[in-house]
């Protein structure tokens, strides 16, 4: 491919001009960069809770009508789900636009890491998640709920995924004075120590036969790393290959 390069002066008025275009398609190559990581993002984080809603008015046309029980508790849960995906956009914009998610308010995350787990038992029946309750349940964090269930709900996937049938995953916490630390533990496949710093990159997946046949698109670990550094957190992995991976996000404790 020919590159086209024009020589020009600055100081004269096609300089001018040329300075102006320039910037301007800086702007709006920015801008359309931004719009397609938004496209992207927001069709990766869709998937689980469309499921979801999937599922549940599938039963309900299947068996709502002779069913009250069924009726009221899927409706309340596709009903609580489209309500979720509303804000989960209406974040996600905010996020491709660039600005700092203000205000972020209190949220207490254990009851919301039980709500993920709820939700993904119902799309990987044969998945076992334990949830190592720590003695403290009483743990605030300067994050919206959902966001935070974004986070926890990418690494429950990732660990359910890269995992032998039937996954077996952990989240447990540890806390200290100024902090809580939750950790996704699995024993899947794990990563190589040639990989780890590469993950949270956008699009990089570990080319394994395993990975392949998933087909996952690359971006789960890098929303969530922008999530968690939007919240003042941080991510970390370790992992013993073919032993299984955890992963630990740590987070500002609120007093
Ligand atoms: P995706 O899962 O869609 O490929 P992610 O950004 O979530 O994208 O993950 C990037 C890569 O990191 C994955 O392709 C996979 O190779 C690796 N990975 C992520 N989580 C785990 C895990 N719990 N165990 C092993 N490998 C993992």
Redesign the pocket.
């Known amino acids: 491919k020919k590159e086209l390069t024009i020589s020009y002066d600055a100081k004269d008025e096609i300089g001018e001009l040329i300075i102006v275009y320039e910037s301007m398609m800086a702007k709006l190559k920015y801008s359309f960069e931004q719009q397609q990581q938004f496209m992207a993002d927001a069709s990766h984080e869709l998937r689980t809770p469309i499921q979801v809603v999937e599922g549940h008015l599938s039963l309900l046309n299947r068996w709502g009508k002779d069913d009250p029980e069924i009726l009221v508790e899927s409706l309340g849960i596709a009903l609580r789900e489209v309500s979720q995906m509303k804000t989960l956009i209406d974040e996600m914009l905010e996020l491709a636009r660039g600005e700092q998610v203000k205000d972020l308010p209190p949220t207490n995350i254990i009851e919301h890491t039980e709500e993920v787990i709820e939700e993904l038992v119902q799309v990987y029946p044969a998945a076992y998640i334990e949830h190592e309750l720590p003695d403290d349940r009483n743990l605030k964090v300067l994050i919206s709920s959902n966001t935070y269930q974004q986070i926890i709900r990418?690494l429950l996937i990732?660990?359910i995924?890269?995992s032998l049938e039937p996954a077996n995953v952990r989240i447990s916490y540890e806390r200290t004075e100024k902090d809580v630390t939750i950790h996704v533990n699995?024993k899947?496949?794990?990563?190589e120590p040639q990989?780890v710093s590469k993950?949270f990159d956008r699009f990089?997946?570990?080319d394994?036969a395993r990975?392949r046949d998933?087909g996952?698109?690359?971006?789960?670990?890098?929303i969530v790393k922008m999530l968690v550094e939007n919240a003042r957190g941080s991510i970390h992995v370790t992992?013993d290959p073919g032993n299984g991976?955890t992963?630990s996000v740590v987070f500002p404790l609120l007093k």
């Not at 996952?216 to 890098?222: A, Y």
């Open positions: 990418n990732n660990a995924r890269y699995d899947g496949i794990g990563i990989h993950i990089y997946r570990v394994t990975s998933l996952g698109s690359g971006l789960g670990l890098s992992s991976s992963f």
